[in-house]
């Protein structure tokens, strides 16, 4: 699993446009909003932008916590730096 935000963020915006085209060509079919949810390509292809969202959420949240582990560090070195 793929962490890297450029790469989440390309992959993101290949599922959605693969979304978007399925959902124009089924309502070019007469197919209802209510109906895509049927549709078991129109749901896949959802889950996967539901996926790679939910990665695109995670490496945010290690972004920040790898930010506040560095800055504890950081702080905890100029700490035993005053000390001295």
Known sequence: MALDRAVLERQLGLAKTRL??????LKGQGTEEKALRKD???R?????VRKI???LNRAGDKEALTAEVAARKAAKEAGEGADE
Not at 20 to 25: F, M, N, P
Not at 44 to 48: G, N, Q, S, T, Y
């Open 20 to 25: 978007d085209k399925l959902s124009d060509s």
């Open 40 to 42: 078991p390509v129109w």
């Open 44 to 48: 896949e292809a959802r889950a996967e």
């Open 53 to 55: 969202t939910n990665r």
